[in-house]
């Protein structure tokens, strides 16, 4: 049997410039963060001519083109498996749809584990590809590409999206003082609320392509954001880096009205007033986790453990994509 794991992500600056209608012409920037909470894969070959697939269904098929799941199908395409003899089971520590990055998680987790069984070798570079052609170009998410990334090459990494589709990246040069500083003062808080990304990416990218000028300019200003985000950790300013979160919350909000929404901006203000000294909503927006900055911890996880909300601790992840055991 093999197990293959691939962590979850906290975007940290410049989130939404890594879809291909905004960096194919501008270029895209962001620093992304893996933590250690996984989705995990787990491939055995059978004796039986048929596969087999869990996930939150269960299915079973004589033929990878009768798979319902599609990336799963289009995995096993892409990856080229002959043998039809095979089970594969997904697992995951935190339920899809919470902004974590789930989806990019899911694929670079499976294609590891289908390159483990074929013997091959695969560099994250390389794995993050082909993530993103199954779910960019294949299945036609309207999705950025920093989820497929940071997942496969985990630590917190600073990733810049080329006009000609490359992606560049490079591990965030901070000291270990303000790593482990940001790792115990960072938060993040389950709003109760799971959703589909797609309908708001959809919007953005959609109006991204039709260079809506108020889109285009919103995506310039958090990729700035981005860019001072990355220089506030790499000289230890963790303050800045707190009111960064705050100016790149109220830029994202202007985004789409489904962002947020009245219980959410309720929390938010909870937080802030409660010892968070900069927070966000994670991921596409309309529910998930929000994240916090806060130096005094107690104080903010009282009142938003009171006010409903769970808290989910974590460290960040420096290994990416991995077999943990063939």
Same mark, same amino acid.
């Given at each position: 049997?093999?197990?293959?794991?691939?962590?979850?992500?906290?975007?940290?600056?410049?989130?939404?410039?890594?879809?291909?209608?905004?960096?194919?012409?501008?270029?895209?920037?962001?620093?992304? !963060? %893996?933590?250690?909470?996984? *989705?995990? @894969?787990? *491939?055995?070959?059978?004796?039986?001519?048929?596969?087999? *697939?869990?996930?939150? #269904?269960?299915?079973?098929?004589?033929?990878? /083109?009768?798979?319902?799941?599609?990336?799963?199908?289009?995995?096993?395409?892409?990856? =080229?498996? #002959?043998?039809?003899?095979?089970?594969?089971?997904?697992?995951? =520590?935190?339920?899809?749809?919470?902004?974590?990055?789930? +989806? $990019?998680?899911?694929?670079?987790?499976?294609?590891?584990?289908?390159?483990?069984?074929?013997?091959?070798?695969?560099?994250? =570079?390389?794995? !993050?590809?082909?993530?993103? /052609? @199954?779910?960019?170009?294949?299945?036609?998410?309207?999705?950025?590409?920093?989820?497929?990334?940071?997942? !496969?090459?985990?630590?917190?990494?600073?990733?810049?999206?080329?006009?000609?589709?490359?992606?560049? %990246?490079?591990?965030?040069?901070?000291?270990?003082?303000?790593?482990?500083?940001?790792?115990?003062?960072?938060?993040?808080?389950?709003? $109760?609320?799971?959703?589909? %990304?797609? +309908?708001?990416?959809?919007?953005?990218?959609?109006?991204?392509?039709?260079?809506?000028?108020?889109? @285009?300019?919103?995506?310039?200003?958090?990729?700035?954001?981005?860019?001072?985000?990355?220089?506030?950790?790499?000289?230890? #300013?963790?303050?800045?880096?707190?009111?960064?979160?705050? /100016?790149?919350?109220?830029?994202?909000?202007?985004?789409?009205?489904? @962002? +947020?929404?009245?219980?959410?901006?309720?929390?938010?203000?909870?937080?802030?007033?409660?010892?968070?000294?900069?927070?966000?909503?994670?991921?596409?927006?309309?529910?998930?986790?929000?994240?916090?900055?806060?130096?005094?911890?107690?104080?903010?996880?009282?009142?938003?453990?009171?006010?409903?909300?769970?808290? *989910?601790?974590?460290?960040?992840?420096?290994?990416?994509? #991995?077999?943990?055991?063939?």
């Amino acid at each position: 049997m093999i197990i293959t794991r691939s962590p979850l992500r906290l975007p940290l600056g410049g989130g939404g410039t890594d879809l291909a209608s905004y960096y194919e012409d501008h270029e895209g920037f962001l620093i992304a !963060a %893996a933590i250690d909470k996984y *989705v995990y @894969i787990t *491939v055995h070959h059978t004796f039986a001519r048929e596969l087999i *697939v869990k996930y939150s #269904k269960l299915e079973h098929v004589d033929e990878i /083109e009768q798979l319902q799941h599609p990336i799963v199908r289009e995995a096993l395409k892409l990856v =080229d498996i #002959k043998s039809l003899s095979l089970e594969i089971t997904s697992m995951a =520590d935190i339920p899809a749809g919470t902004g974590l990055g789930s +989806s $990019g998680s899911f694929t670079t987790a499976l294609l590891k584990a289908l390159h483990c069984h074929c013997k091959n070798l695969v560099h994250p =570079d390389e794995l !993050a590809q082909q993530a993103c /052609e @199954i779910e960019i170009n294949r299945l036609h998410e309207p999705i950025g590409k920093q989820d497929q990334y940071i997942a !496969a090459f985990g630590g917190i990494t600073c990733f810049k999206f080329l006009k000609d589709g490359r992606v560049e %990246a490079s591990p965030l040069q901070i000291s270990p003082e303000t790593l482990h500083d940001l790792e115990d003062n960072l938060m993040i808080f389950f709003t $109760g609320y799971s959703r589909s %990304a797609s +309908s708001i990416l959809k919007d953005q990218n959609d109006r991204s392509k039709s260079k809506d000028p108020v889109m @285009i300019s919103n995506l310039h200003y958090v990729k700035d954001l981005g860019l001072r985000t990355r220089q506030a950790f790499e000289s230890g #300013k963790l303050g800045d880096f707190a009111a960064l979160m705050n /100016e790149h919350w109220e830029y994202k909000r202007k985004r789409s009205s489904g @962002i +947020s929404n009245e219980k959410i901006d309720e929390w938010y203000e909870l937080a802030m007033g409660n010892g968070a000294l900069g927070g966000k909503l994670i991921g596409a927006g309309g529910g998930g986790f929000l994240m916090f900055y806060s130096e005094n911890k107690t104080k903010l996880r009282h009142a938003l453990t009171q006010a409903g909300m769970r808290e *989910v601790r974590f460290r960040f992840d420096f290994e990416g994509t #991995k077999v943990i055991a063939s």
